[in-house]
Each structure stands twice: as C-alpha cells, then as structure tokens.
C-alpha cells in the first residue's frame, strides 16, 4: 500500500511538471527558432538590397559585409546576379538551384531548415535581388547558409535544465511521498502488526487508538475483542486447570481400588476387565495431567532461566532406560558439548518434553531398536534431537502431529492421549523454542527442538 501511494503520488507530481515545464519548453524553442530565423533573414535581406543597388560600391560594401558576417557567425555567404556572374569574393551560387530559380523567376524567399523536425544540420534562406530602378526586375539573389549546432546546444540547455529539475522534483515527491504514505498507513501497520501478535497466541496484544477517525474505530473495535477473547481464553484456562486439578484425586482413587480388585481376585475373565478398565484410567490420567500441563503452560505462571541441558537430559535418560531396556530398545546420548551448556528454559518445562518425546520415540521403537538423543550446540541457539527407528510419520501426518487429541498408532498397538506433542510445542513456544518433526536419516522420526542458548556461559 505503500508503493501504490508513492507511485501515485510521484505520477500526480509528474503530470504536473508536465503539464508546466513541457509547454514552456515547446514555447522556448519554437522561440529559439524564430528569433534566428529572422535574425538570418533580416541579413540575408540587407545583403540582397546592396546587391540590387548595381553598383561597385555597394557591391563593394557587400562583400566586405558578407565577410564580416562569416566571421562573427556560422555562417556562408553566397550570391549570384541574373546572368549569372558572381559577386566579388563572395561565393556563387548555382542558376540550376531550385531555391534560386525561384527567387530570379518569382521574386520570392526561401526558407530551409534542412529537417521537418527542430531543424537539420544548415538553416538555409535565400533571398531575391530587386533591382533599385526598376520594382519588378530581379537582379541577383543572396543565399546565408547558417549551421545550426549552436541551435542545439542551447536547445539541449533548455530540454536538459528542465528535465534536471523535473528529476529532481520527482525525487524530492517520492522522498516527500514516502514520509506522507508512511505516515498514512502507520495506524494500519499497528493493527496489522497487533493482528500478527494476536495470530500468534499473544492475547495481551493491544492497538494504539490513533490515526484517522476510521482507523481509530477499527482500532477500537479490534481491541475490545481482543479484550473479550482474552477474558474467555482465561476463564477457560483456569476452568481446565480447576476441572483437571478435581479429577485427578478421583482417578487416583480409582486406580487404587481397581488395583485392590484385582489383587482379591481370582477370576482371570473379571481380571481382564480390571486390567482393562485400569488402563483407560491410566489414559485418562495422562489425558487430565496433559490439559494441566497446558494450562498452566498458556497461563505463563513462570519465566524462563538459564538451565544445565546436559544434567537434565541424563537423568530424563535414566529414568526412561529401565522401560526401555524391557522391550530391548537401546537408548543412546550423544553430540553433548563439553562444559555445562546452558539454556533458557522454565524450570520443569525440559523434563516434561522429554518425557513426552521419549514416550512416544519408545512407543513406535521396535524391539532391539535404538533411541539416540543428540545435543548439538548452533550458535545462538541449542538443539535438542530425539531419533527412533520406527516407522516414521507422512508429511500429512507430520501437519496433524501437534494438534491437541490427535493420536498415532504405536507398534504397541496403544494409542496416546493426543496431548504429548500439542504440550511439547506449547511449552517450547513459551520458552522462546521451537519444535519440528524431520525424517530421521536412518529411517524412523526426528524430533528437533531449538532452545535458545544463554548468555552466561556453563562451569
């Protein structure tokens, strides 16, 4: 919108240094043009009445005429009388000339300037004799053949000062142009760069009420609604926190005495069912442990703090390898820095990733497959990868991944929560983190998570 502002109102401007300087400019040459012509005419016209007097010493005079004239000016002079003969040192001109024919037979003029457009190279006038005794007879004719080039050089003085200052005028509309649109679209830049925030999960996000009136509405409509969805997203937060928070104490004790039924029974049909309804609410509390997780994460309770990645990871590892070693899956650390490498994070946030990402690495490993977590510092920026071997994810799958409740098949045959990478990346983004899902180069997924590397270094 910028641009279109700008290059309508440098057109605007160019339309009307157009319109000025271009009339003004014809006028001048058209000017130009005449002043000469009648200047050269006017001397040829002198020269032809000298010649017409038919005496030596106006003839005499008209020599001495022609040669100061060519002297002073770009000039030639040429003459001829009616018989034929030349006049002094004066150049002769030709009886066959066309201009000349017509000035001995007709008694008119010529005027040539060599080109229909601006003029040519010569400005060519030819002008009749008239004898002095007698009105009607033509004695000579008189020719100044005058180069045109100062013509052009003052020409392009005129073209070219004009253009200089049309150019400048322009640049001086385009940098004027440029403050002006800028100026213009400033209210519409806030509610757009408020929008992108918004867009991406800031709700505090907030527009200044300036501008034109219109703006100003726009403005304030946009923040009342954001003002509301902030309301209701909170409220809704704070109603999944609440409701997971209550759930969780029944579903303990759910488990509990489904755990004590099965333990006093000896039927394996009503054992099975035990065993089954346990699971579910073993599901159902990773499901009420994950939206409390994500509420809080979106609450923000906490900030972010320099942390040691590498005693974080190790004992996340620890704590998985017994699960992982019943199934035969190796679980493999490499890639970590020497030193204590520091990242930002909320204290809690990296284990809950990595439980998350690790339980479902070890959900699709096959059976003596090996899991490696890989630590490779990047600059600014830390990244933590997790690969398995198992059977991978489609780019639509990969799409569908992080959305809340969507769940993939595991080789077990169990399916998640739909929580597990919905809470990773929500838990990343508020660390300042990033998370992706990448083809592993052995076959298998790749999840790399940035983190962003802090400025204190590690001892």
């Known amino acids: 919108m910028i641009r279109q502002l700008i290059v309508s109102y440098v057109l605007l401007v160019a339309v009307a240094v157009a319109a000025f300087t271009v009339p003004v400019a014809f006028t001048l040459t058209d000017q130009l043009r005449g002043d000469t012509e009648l200047s050269v005419r006017r001397e040829a016209t002198t020269m032809a009445l000298l010649l017409g007097a038919e005496n030596d010493p106006s003839r005499d005079a008209l020599t001495e005429?022609?040669?100061?004239?060519?002297?002073?000016?770009?000039?030639?002079?040429?003459?001829?009388?009616?018989?034929?003969?030349?006049?002094?040192?004066?150049?002769?001109?030709?009886?066959?000339?066309?201009?000349?024919?017509?000035?001995?037979?007709?008694?008119?003029?010529?005027?040539?300037?060599?080109?229909?457009f601006v003029w040519g190279p010569y400005l060519v006038i030819t002008v009749p004799a008239v004898s002095r005794t007698d009105e009607d007879e033509t004695v000579g004719a008189v020719r100044i053949r005058y180069k045109t080039s100062e013509l052009t050089d003052r020409l392009w003085t005129?073209?070219?000062?004009?253009?200089?200052?049309?150019?400048?005028?322009?640049?001086?509309a385009a940098g004027l142009g440029a403050v002006a649109a800028r100026r213009l679209t400033r209210p519409l830049r806030q509610l757009n760069d408020m929008a992108s925030r918004f867009s991406d999960g800031d709700l505090t996000a907030r527009s200044p009420v300036t501008g034109p009136?219109?703006?100003?509405?726009?403005?304030?409509?946009?923040?009342?609604?954001?003002?509301?969805?902030?309301?209701?997203?909170?409220?809704?937060?704070?109603?999944?926190?609440?409701?997971?928070?209550?759930?969780?104490?029944?579903?303990?004790?759910?488990?509990?005495?489904?755990?004590?039924?099965?333990?006093?029974?000896?039927?394996?049909?009503?054992?099975?069912?035990?065993?089954?309804?346990?699971?579910?609410?073993?599901?159902?509390?990773?499901?009420?442990?994950?939206?409390?997780?994500?509420?809080?994460?979106?609450?923000?309770?906490?900030?972010a703090e320099p942390l040691p990645l590498r005693d974080i990871v190790q004992e996340r590892l620890d704590v998985w390898r017994p699960a992982a070693e019943e199934r035969g899956v190796t679980i493999a650390l490499g890639g970590v820095a020497d030193g204590r490498l520091l990242v930002m994070?909320?204290?809690?946030?990296?284990?809950?990733?990595?439980?998350?990402?690790?339980?479902?690495?070890?959900?699709?490993?096959?059976?003596?497959?090996?899991?490696?977590?890989?630590?490779?510092?990047?600059?600014?920026?830390?990244?933590?990868?997790?690969?398995?071997?198992?059977?991978?994810?489609?780019?639509?799958?990969?799409?569908?991944?992080?959305?809340?409740?969507?769940?993939?098949?595991?080789?077990?045959?169990?399916?998640?929560?739909?929580?597990?990478?919905?809470?990773?990346?929500?838990?990343?983004?508020?660390?300042?983190?990033?998370?992706a899902l990448r083809d592993a180069p052995r076959g298998g997924l790749c999840v790399a998570i940035s983190l962003r590397a802090s400025q204190r270094s590690g001892g």
């Open 65 to 116: 005429m022609a040669e100061a004239y060519e002297l002073q000016t770009p000039s030639t002079v040429q003459a001829i009388t009616a018989d034929g003969s030349g006049v002094g040192t004066i150049s002769r001109l030709a009886l066959d000339d066309p201009a000349v024919t017509r000035a001995l037979e007709d008694g008119r003029p010529t005027v040539d300037w060599g080109s229909s």
């Open 213 to 303: 009136q219109e703006t100003q509405t726009l403005a304030r409509t946009l923040n009342q609604g954001a003002e509301r969805l902030d309301t209701l997203m909170a409220a809704q937060r704070i109603f999944v926190a609440d409701a997971s928070h209550q759930l969780r104490t029944p579903l303990t004790a759910l488990r509990l005495s489904l755990d004590n039924i099965a333990d006093g029974v000896d039927d394996e049909f009503v054992r099975e069912d035990v065993e089954q309804a346990t699971a579910e609410v073993v599901r159902m509390s990773r499901l009420v442990n994950g939206l409390l997780i994500l509420a809080r994460a979106e609450a923000k309770v906490s900030a």
């Open 345 to 435: 994070a909320t204290p809690g946030h990296l284990d809950q990733v990595l439980d998350n990402v690790l339980s479902n690495a070890l959900e699709v490993s096959p059976d003596g497959g090996t899991i490696t977590v890989r630590v490779e510092p990047r600059g600014d920026e830390v990244e933590l990868a997790v690969l398995d071997e198992g059977p991978g994810m489609s780019d639509a799958e990969k799409c569908r991944a992080f959305d809340r409740f969507w769940r993939g098949q595991g080789l077990t045959g169990r399916s998640g929560s739909g929580l597990g990478l919905a809470v990773v990346k929500q838990l990343m983004t508020d660390d300042g983190g990033t998370v």
């Open 158 to 172: 005129i073209w070219g000062f004009r253009a200089i200052l049309a150019v400048a005028v322009l640049a001086f």
